[in-house]
């Protein structure tokens, strides 16, 4: 390999310095690129297409649990960040205002959509007059623009893709209901599709999603040990109904106010996913949401190229009709070992080298990203490939649960997370007697905030970790993106 091409493959390693690493691998993966104006990036085709196959994931689980699309505008006029106070003193300092147009200045300034609970508070007026009307349960596909001041691509960034779901309900117990059924749709999608664990749980007071009642998040843990935030649902309970005058006629000929519900993920699943399975040599995405989850690469002298691709061809052809996303890299101007290492580093989970002996024995080489490699007979290809993608999907999870739990820890004060955030990074659980000075006295001495109160925990904590008097909830804490 050539000076330049092994500068080229180069990547920092996670060692040295994690967040280099990252940079080197979104780059060489060829998943974005940055844009002229500060905090936004470009997606290119690979870093797309995960995005369409964790939204093709998604959405089907959306419309089998009652939920249908629509689209909301952009633009969302300042008065009504008004109406929710604590909505609009939470989102302020990252809008972004549009105050002319036309070359003419606004009569109103239009805030650009940071999230669409206001927008979409005020069509629900209007949509929903009698009981018949509920649940209205709607999901939304679409850009958001927060003027982020710290920018990471695809973990934060200052537009960025996501979903939006916004429900209306006749009663509290329904709309709780339907923000727990949500957060157990993101925890199935991100545990079973990404094969990234996720600790799930009820957010604190203070870190809360501005406006709702409740805020429920799933967690979790990179390989670097910070916490990314990976999804969120929120009950708002009447908040926003009150702001807009969300009324219902009930089944007694009262007027009500609806009881609303909001959920969402974005695009920094990717970073996620990125930052969860990575290694020094690149990208590793698990095979459901990788673009190319089978690269196909004929090897051995031109003599028998004609026949190596021939068979190559008639492989390509029976897993692609099989519904295997797969590419053949029949390029004869690059090495064997140049493709193995660049589909390793873009993080294809699996590798078929197709060769003269392998003709004249029948079989076929597979080789994982995971590390794996061995020979198949041909007439089980099929067979094996899903079967094999099935095995790395589970061992990738299994690899993330592992290292999540080997850096999980437990402390009892405030001087032992201090001292164990001075040599370790992970999740850490520790007593908290719901004080909001308690929890700002930690994010204070350690930079560490609360990721959530769990659902399930092994050990209650029976002493908040700063101020010693009983524990209300065992809290998880960790520094985060």
Known sequence: MSKEAKEKSFITPQSEDFSAWYIDVIRKADLMDYAPVRGCMVFKPDGYEIWELCQRELDRRFKETGHRNAYFPLFIPESFFQKEKEHVEGFNPELPWVTE???????????????????????????????????????????????????LPFLRTSEFLWQEGHTAHETEAEAREETMRMLEIYRDFVENVLAIPVIVGQKTPSEKFAGAVDTYSIEAMMKDGKAV?????????????????????????????????????????????????????????????????????????????????????????????????????????????????????????????????DLENGQVVLATRLGEKRTVKQEDLLVEVQRTLEEIQQEMFNRALAFMKEHTYSVDTLDELKELFTEKRGFVYAGWCGSEACEHQVKLETKATSRNIPFIVDEHKSKCLVCEEQAKHTVVFARAY
């Open 229 to 357: 935030q990976a999804g969120t649902s929120h009950y708002l309970g009447t908040n926003f109904a009150e702001a807009f005058e969300i009324k219902y006629l009930d089944r007694e000929n009262k007027h009500q106010y609806v009881h609303t519900t909001s959920w969402g993920v974005s695009t920094r699943l990717i970073g996620a996913l990125i930052m969860v399975h990575g290694d020094d040599k690149g990208l590793a995405l698990p095979p459901k949401v990788a673009p190319t989850q089978v690269i196909m690469i004929p090897i051995g002298p031109q003599k028998t190229r004609e026949q190596v691709l021939a068979k190559t061809d008639e492989y390509y052809e029976l897993l692609k009709q099989a519904g295997i996303r797969v590419r053949v890299d029949d390029r004869p101007d690059l090495s064997p070992g140049w493709k193995f290492n660049e589909y390793e580093m873009r993080g294809v989970p699996l590798r078929i080298e197709l060769g003269p002996r």
């Open 101 to 151: 147009a036309g070359g003419e200045k606004l009569e109103e300034r239009l805030a650009i959509r940071p999230t669409s609970e206001t927008m979409i508070g005020h069509m629900y007026a209007k949509w929903i007059n009698s009981y018949r009307d509920l649940p209205l349960l709607i999901n939304q596909w679409a850009n958001v623009v927060r003027w982020e001041k710290r920018t």
